[in-house]
């Protein structure tokens, strides 16, 4: 049994979470396991989908490691996880794809090597900040009757939020104040916070000031730039260019720029136009996110090998702008 912070009659409490929700001899990094509300009568429908993207950092907010598309979740499941990385994963960030989940739990189970540490962090707090969310039927430990609610997480628009942030010992039993039960507490965006923006890939986190500050997956870089909401045909298609006139960061720098994602030859830049986050064009030594110029698409890099984010391939269309070339359908 592990004891968590755990929300009941609104009031942060801990509760128990039962070991299945963990692993047991989990590869090195970390073991994710999510649970999803059960369907049926007086509870969700299509509760079950596609497991989310998870993007690791450890302690000073180094990006570690990523696993993308894991899979599917039955409803009234759980669906595991693994994430090879190095160091102890203490923040992970899950990014929602096109089947929408509903959250009951998610814990985490780092490996031996990593410290052994198990971490749990209930639906209920997607509710208490400002998630969308239902009861979920499923209970997370057979010492208890407790029952968390569920929140939604999705990419195609069906939810608003499109994942959330876990900074994990924030929900270790010690953190507990029993003379603050206030769940609101946490919905600080570092130690829980939801995403609303298309394919999230940053994390927030706390500096030596006690400021938030932003981090991102690899060598992606937030510009800090106002994200403006998008037509649906300025998401479907990439702009490569090669101009003076052009910079695929002066786009992404830009509070009032809008449009398609952009590619620039000779800065060797890519702009992701949904979330203004500026990429390195990949190379052989490139380890993390970057824009793949042979396949024209953001792709994840390990070590030189690329592999292609389904989030974002294919374009529907790719308009060449290099040296007079006309717009042309992605193959």
Known sequence: MAQVIGIIAGLLKIVQFGIDNFSEEPDPGSTIKVAVALDGKGGTNNAGGDLPDVRVWNEYVDFVGMTADPGHVGH??????????????????FSANDDAICVAWATTTWSEERGGNKYAVSGDFGRECGGTWYVSGMYPSSETDYQPDCFWIDANGDQPQTGFQVRWPAFSGQEWDKNDTDPQRFCNDVDFGLRDEPDPNTITYWTRSGVVGNKVAGSGRRTGAALRRRTSWAAEELVISDSKSHSAQRLCESDTSMGPDFAHESERLFCDMGTKTLYDYCTGETDGPCFDSNIQALSTNKRGASRVRSAVVPYKRVRDWRGGNKGRRAA
């Not at 595991?80 to 160091?87: G, L, R, S």
Request: charged share 15%; net charge negative.
């Open 76 to 93: 009234g499941n759980l669906g595991q996880i693994d994430v090879e990385h190095e160091n102890q994963g203490v923040y992970s960030l």
